[in-house]
């Protein structure tokens, strides 16, 4: 059943739609889908945006080859129930042309997902990117604009950002650069999640306390899967768990929780007191501006 | 009706806004443990750590660009748009201050000489001001920060107040509307900014006081007598063959309301329609507010496509907005490139584009003096330069509308300026008829 939203979320809403619906004059957009409870919400934001029109930009998924399951199969059906046509670009594919190179097989897939991403761009000549970044998740993403400038390398540079001034964006790129669009960055992570609560938004089961079998490391919790190391002395249990984030299966901790729908997910994310990449990601620990080092790079 | 409040901070160099937004995070306890890497033992000496999140920003301990940062404060929230001191990133804090519905500006009085007959502030403070009373901010919170690094902190408190008295009473652009407050404060110590130090005679806010106040005042801006306007976006139409077809014009209402019934005229042509239906979020409504983005539908088919206005009727009337080939303004140059008079540029206001031209560059704010010097005849010799802030003259590829009074608050007025070739954004401001002359 929907419900109310508060005068602070019927904000950003309304800023969310206004932004999506900026893009119409970009060249050739793109909705950047992972499947993850961000991008869902900027899916959904760009159907209300065109209703009751269909939107008319597909979904990009970039697919590391090391999702959850049940991640794929909400993306499939997701696409199918609200009608969008779905491009799906293999981090596989890249490695198999030559142009990713992982320092182990099951290494983390997070920034080699950059190097497939632009060679989608490329391939599709995609002009805009929708993404579902937040400013509140990192540091470097801080310092983001909602209309963000991409080179022909998918480069980022922070120093020489475009002036964005009021909501008049600068919706102009050169030929072979690309724009990121987010239009959920003033979003937190409590909002999004009584966003999806008040509107009923379909997210992958992982979102919500399940039974899994993990190991207890330096505050995380190791979920056992095949691409994860449960090192000899540690001992593994089940516990009831949810994913904060469901991005790259080698990388991505559940948190210990009995939230069994969104609305229980809310309460617990509002008296949570560690930021979801905190606790949850092992790839952007490995250094203050690791972030910011992606998104140089090209990654989302 | 509730929304987010977005604060903006100013201040030269090293004046301490990220120490002191810092400390208004950290004293009201609502510190988000995603920064929480920054605090350690040595957290006093080092809040800054918050705010700065590019590695060239800590390297150099100075804030380059925009950082956004959400703030929550016994349950009210606010979005904190930390912006940079430096000279050389002006046009960040003219970004962030564009989107500030209340402006913090740092003062150093360490940085002054308090001495002097006649104290002046820093140039970068004249110029923050000027910024933020062009761009419309109607409340500004002067904070004298580091008053704890003074032998006689009260005579700085007097001579700074002073010195800012006399530039209100200076102030060469419109502020009327604008609620100024002065607080003495160490953003360092802590004083004033959310626990209140005992300071001389001084009994008004701490900061997250005024900041309390302030947002009251921001949602309580009175909503009578304001004409309605909404760019259009796009246009929807419904999708498949459905049994009653739906045409509607689509875009965010930036200020007033429109109803269902509604007379309503599409600019630049004038035309008139009434309002069938509103629709938001999916959803059949009967009136839609400012900041609302909804698809308006209309009893005629007219050619509404983006670009376009809808307004109320009362928006066209003579004297409050008017069709225009040329208008003058004030002008902000963002780009490292200088402009070019005479160069055809693209020119964004609400959803168009036209073309439009700088035939005139007048004058140029000098930050010394807080005053707007007249530049020489010989035009040729003058360019608009990077972090500039002037009065031109515009020549326009098309007519377009734009409001007579408060320009500041006029969505219809404020413009982007874009380079044809490069597509940068070089310039941004607002265009004031009062400008041009009689």
């Known amino acids: ?300 | 009706m509730d929304r987010l409040i977005t604060l903006s901070t100013a201040g030269s160099v090293d004046d301490g806004k990220s120490t002191l937004l810092g400390r208004l995070i950290l004293d009201s306890r609502n510190l988000h443990a995603t920064s929480a890497d920054a605090i350690s033992a040595d957290a006093e000496l080092d809040l800054s750590e918050f705010t700065d999140g590019l590695a060239a920003e800590r390297e150099q301990k100075i804030t380059i660009d925009v950082g956004w940062r959400h703030l929550s404060l016994n349950g009210d929230r606010y979005l904190l748009a930390d912006s940079p001191g430096h000279e050389q990133y002006t046009r960040n804090q003219v970004t962030a201050a564009s989107h500030a519905d209340a402006l913090i500006v740092l003062i150093d009085p360490t940085k002054l000489d308090l001495d002097a007959p006649t104290v002046r502030l820093l140039p970068q403070t004249y110029r923050h001001f000027m910024i933020a009373t062009l761009l419309g901010i109607r409340d500004i919170c002067l904070v004298i920060n580091k008053l704890d690094l003074l032998a006689d902190p009260e005579k700085a408190f007097v001579q700074v107040t002073k010195a800012i008295n006399r530039m209100l009473d200076l102030q060469p652009v419109n502020s009327a509307g604008v609620v100024t407050t002065t607080i003495p404060a160490s953003a360092l110590k802590g004083d004033n900014i959310v626990r209140r130090a005992e300071f001389a005679e001084y009994t008004g806010p701490t900061v997250l006081e005024w900041l309390q106040e302030t947002k009251i005042r921001v949602l309580d801006i009175p909503k009578q007598d304001v004409t309605s306007v909404m760019s259009v976006q796009t246009t929807l139409r419904s999708a498949g063959q459905s049994s009653q077809p739906f045409r509607g014009v689509a875009g965010r209402i930036s200020r007033g309301r429109f109803s269902v019934g509604q007379a309503i005229c599409v600019l630049p042509e004038k035309l008139t329609a009434n309002i069938v239906s509103i629709r938001r979020l999916g959803d059949n409504v009967s009136e839609g507010f400012a900041g609302q983005s909804v698809t308006l539908e209309l009893d005629r088919e007219l050619d509404v496509t983006r670009g376009a206005y809808i307004v109320s009727m009362s928006l066209t009337e003579p004297e409050r907005a008017r069709a225009l080939n040329a208008c003058g303004c004030h002008l902000f140059w963002l780009d490292g490139t200088a402009g070019q008079t005479g160069k055809s540029y693209l020119l964004k206001t609400g959803t168009r584009e036209i073309q439009a031209r700088i035939t005139e560059l007048n004058e140029k704010f000098d930050p010394d003096d807080f005053s707007f010097v007249r530049l020489s005849d010989q035009l040729a010799k003058f360019q608009p330069e990077c972090n500039g802030i002037y009065r031109a003259r515009f020549r326009f590829s098309a007519p377009i509308w734009l409001e007579l009074s408060s320009p500041s608050e006029s969505v219809l007025n404020r413009f982007l300026l874009i380079e044809p070739q490069t597509f940068k954004t070089v310039a941004a401001g607002i265009f004031d008829v009062r400008l041009d002359p009689d």
């Open chain 1, 1 to 300: 059943m929907k419900k109310e939203l508060s005068g602070t979320l019927n904000h950003l809403v309304d800023e969310a739609v206004y932004i999506i619906r900026e893009t119409v004059v970009c060249r050739n957009p793109a909705i950047l889908f992972s499947g993850g409870k961000d991008s869902a919400v900027v899916a959904w934001l760009a159907r209300l945006a065109f209703a009751p029109a269909k939107v008319p930009y597909p979904l990009l998924h970039i697919d590391t080859g090391h999702n959850y399951s049940e991640v794929l199969q909400f993306r499939d059906e997701f696409a199918r129930q609200f009608g969008f046509s779905l491009r799906v670009y293999e981090v596989e594919a890249s490695i198999a042309r030559g142009t990713v190179h992982l320092p182990s097989e099951n290494a983390s897939r997070n920034t080699a997902q950059s190097v497939t991403l632009l060679e989608a761009i490329e391939a599709e000549e995609f002009g805009a990117l929708i993404g579902g970044a937040r400013r509140d998740e990192e540091k470097a993403r801080s310092k983001e604009r909602i209309f963000s400038y991409r080179n022909a390398f998918g480069v980022w540079e922070p120093k020489q950002q475009r002036p964005e001034l009021w909501d008049l964006y600068n919706t102009h790129c050169l030929s072979g650069d690309h724009l990121r669009v987010f239009p959920i960055s003033n979003w937190t992570e409590i909002d999004i999640w009584e966003f999806v609560a008040a509107q009923d938004i379909p997210l992958p089961t992982l979102y919500y306390a399940h039974p899994r079998e993990v190991a207890g490391r330096n505050g995380l919790l190791i979920p056992r899967t095949p691409l994860t190391e449960i090192r000899p002395h540690e001992t593994t249990a089940i516990r009831s768990v949810r994913f904060r984030t469901v991005g790259d299966m080698s990388c991505t901790c559940p948190v210990e929780s009995n939230a069994t729908d969104a609305w229980q997910v809310l309460a617990e994310t509002r008296v949570a007191e560690i930021g979801e990449r905190e606790a949850t990601r092992l790839d952007d620990k490995s250094s203050k501006y690791a972030m910011e080092q992606r998104k140089k790079v090209g990654y989302f």
